[in-house]
């Protein structure tokens, strides 16, 4: 799938050296260059005022060193303040400071690495000297490009996670806990963004559209599939979950995050034909029992190609009277190919969302339909970890998945897979 590595791109057992260390563990610039799509318009900086990079170790002075720089100030004032309350102890600002490596140079590596080039795609925090290091060459530049500077922050927030970690005296070289602690550190990332987006931080700002471009920086992130990695970030579903939570519900919540377990992990089976996908076996069952389960009576959506619904609102478009799921196969083709059969079965099953709502005579909000989608997705007999990404996946990218009969949408990609989350995890019972 287009935008996705597999195991051979990514290092494979989380190390530097001989040294744990723990960071994204993934090769960005194969991620990203390697993509289908152009790269996206370049949203507006997050910096309002920069922080001079002396304090970095081998910084060039640049601009990516600038705003990293401003990011590491920041989270370090943030933890001074919120460090006490949530754990009852004075914040110590990182001892061993902060490294910038040239990737393409010849350099001193930083600590925790043997050579430079064991920096590459990559930033982590080094438990044993209390620092952390990232590369301003292959890394941070290839974020800001494609996910913009909000990115940046949700990145090195995620390392500070883990300095967090180690002062509040959590395991964190227990491999066998490796997802568990990634996600604690992406919800720790998610709490110091809402700090950000409430305006609390001095030299910081992201907006909405910025959030919802740092969150798709999250899912670049995951981990491949695997019946047997233990050193794991988590896949897009995990990492994104945890970030809400910390975002949403604060850092007092993030010791308490775990590793989902709604798919088995087991590998991704091939893409599936278009023609089989839109199938959709079992949907409208689903959907009828969740309608007569609360008292109302379930007429099945007549299927038609995109000229059954006179205003389309999508590649899936759902209209009535009489009920009808009109689908347009060459605007699904492209989600088909770049993400997965999943991306289309999750786009399906929102339309199916509307239907059941419009059936009950509800209001159908756009948040009620992603619930609803979600807690379809997760009830899905055979869903593997690698389905569940490319419904989070799809799920962020498209507002058509929240889109009413009205072609209306009022969610940000980042209320989307909120509410994705919510009947995810929750079921039908979480949809209202």
């Given at each position: 799938?287009?935008?996705?590595?597999?195991?051979?791109?990514?290092?494979?057992?989380?190390?530097?050296?001989d040294?744990?260390?723990?960071?994204?563990?993934?090769m960005?610039?194969?991620?990203?260059?390697?993509?289908?799509?152009?790269?996206?318009?370049?949203?507006?900086?997050?910096?309002?005022?920069?922080?001079?990079?002396?304090?970095v170790?081998?910084?060039?002075?640049?601009?990516?060193?600038?705003?990293?720089?401003?990011?590491v100030?920041?989270?370090?004032?943030?933890?001074?303040?919120?460090?006490?309350?949530?754990?009852?102890?004075?914040?110590?600002?990182?001892?061993?400071?902060?490294?910038?490596?040239?990737?393409?140079?010849?350099?001193?590596?930083?600590?925790?690495?043997?050579?430079?080039n064991?920096?590459?795609?990559?930033?982590?925090?080094?438990?044993?000297?209390?620092?952390?290091?990232?590369?301003?060459?292959?890394?941070?530049?290839?974020?800001r490009?494609?996910?913009?500077?909000?990115?940046?922050?949700?990145?090195?927030?995620?390392?500070?996670?883990?300095?967090?970690?180690?002062?509040?005296?959590?395991?964190?070289?227990?491999?066998?806990?490796?997802?568990?602690?990634?996600?604690?550190?992406?919800?720790?990332?998610?709490?110091?963004?809402?700090?950000?987006?409430?305006?609390?931080?001095?030299?910081?700002?992201?907006?909405?559209e910025?959030?919802?471009?740092?969150?798709?920086?999250?899912?670049?992130?995951?981990?491949?599939?695997?019946?047997?990695?233990?050193?794991?970030?988590?896949?897009?579903?995990?990492?994104?979950?945890?970030?809400?939570?910390?975002?949403?519900?604060?850092?007092?919540?993030?010791?308490?995050?775990?590793?989902?377990?709604?798919?088995?992990?087991?590998?991704?089976?091939?893409?599936?034909?278009?023609?089989?996908?839109?199938?959709?076996?079992?949907?409208?069952?689903?959907?009828?029992?969740?309608?007569t389960?609360?008292?109302?009576?379930?007429?099945?959506?007549?299927?038609?190609d995109?000229v059954?619904?006179?205003?389309?609102?999508?590649?899936?478009?759902?209209?009535?009277?009489?009920?009808?799921?009109?689908?347009?196969?060459?605007?699904?083709?492209?989600?088909?190919?770049?993400?997965?059969?999943?991306a289309?079965?999750?786009?399906?099953?929102?339309?199916?969302?509307?239907?059941?709502?419009?059936?009950?005579?509800?209001?159908?909000?756009?948040?009620?339909?992603?619930?609803?989608?979600?807690?379809?997705t997760?009830?899905?007999?055979?869903?593997?970890?690698?389905?569940?990404?490319?419904?989070?996946?799809?799920?962020?990218?498209?507002?058509?998945?929240?889109?009413?009969?009205?072609?209306?949408?009022?969610?940000?990609?980042?209320?989307?897979?909120?509410?994705?989350?919510?009947?995810?995890?929750?079921g039908?019972?979480?949809?209202g």
């Open positions: 799938m287009c935008g996705r590595a597999s195991a051979a791109d990514r290092p494979t057992d989380g190390k530097l050296g040294v744990r260390v723990l960071g994204l563990v993934a960005v610039v194969v991620l990203i260059i390697g993509g289908c799509a152009p790269a996206p318009p370049e949203p507006p900086q997050v910096a309002e005022h920069s922080v001079d990079p002396s304090f170790h081998g910084t060039d002075h640049g601009d990516t060193d600038r705003l990293a720089a401003t990011v100030t920041d989270v370090q004032k943030y933890w001074a303040a919120q460090y006490p309350a949530v754990f009852g102890a004075p914040w110590r600002d990182l001892d061993g400071g902060f490294f910038s490596v040239d990737t393409n140079g010849n350099g001193a590596p930083p600590p925790c690495a043997v050579d430079v064991e920096v590459e795609g990559n930033a982590y925090y080094c438990g044993t000297v209390d620092a952390i290091a990232w590369d301003r060459a292959a890394l941070l530049p290839v974020l490009e494609h996910y913009g500077d909000a990115s940046v922050a949700v990145v090195l927030a995620h390392e500070f996670g883990h300095a967090v970690q180690q002062r509040a005296g959590m395991d964190v070289s227990a491999e066998e806990h490796s997802i568990r602690l990634e996600a604690m550190a992406d919800c720790y990332s998610g709490a110091f963004i809402r700090w950000v987006v409430d305006g609390r931080s001095e030299h910081l700002r992201i907006n909405a910025q959030l919802d471009s740092a969150m798709r920086a999250i899912t670049v992130f995951r981990d491949p599939v695997s019946t047997t990695n233990t050193d794991a970030h988590g896949t897009a579903f995990d990492r994104t979950s945890a970030f809400q939570t910390g975002f949403l519900d604060g850092p007092r919540q993030c010791a308490d995050v775990t590793e989902t377990s709604l798919a088995a992990p087991t590998p991704d089976d091939p893409n599936m034909p278009l023609d089989d996908v839109l199938r959709a076996d079992g949907m409208s069952d689903y959907f009828e029992d969740f309608v389960q609360r008292g109302g009576r379930w007429t099945a959506p007549v299927r038609r995109a059954g619904c006179p205003e389309p609102t999508g590649p899936v478009a759902f209209c009535a009277p009489p009920p009808t799921v009109a689908v347009d196969r060459a605007a699904l083709a492209e989600p088909h190919g770049s993400i997965g059969d999943q289309v079965t999750t786009l399906l099953a929102s339309r199916y969302a509307l239907a059941a709502l419009t059936e009950l005579g509800r209001p159908a909000t756009g948040a009620q339909i992603t619930c609803l989608t979600g807690a379809y997760a009830a899905q007999p055979a869903l593997s970890p690698g389905d569940l990404d490319e419904a989070v996946e799809i799920v962020l990218e498209s507002d058509g998945i929240s889109r009413n009969a009205h072609g209306n949408n009022w969610l940000t990609g980042f209320d989307r897979i909120a509410a994705f989350r919510n009947g995810a995890l929750g039908t019972p979480a949809c």
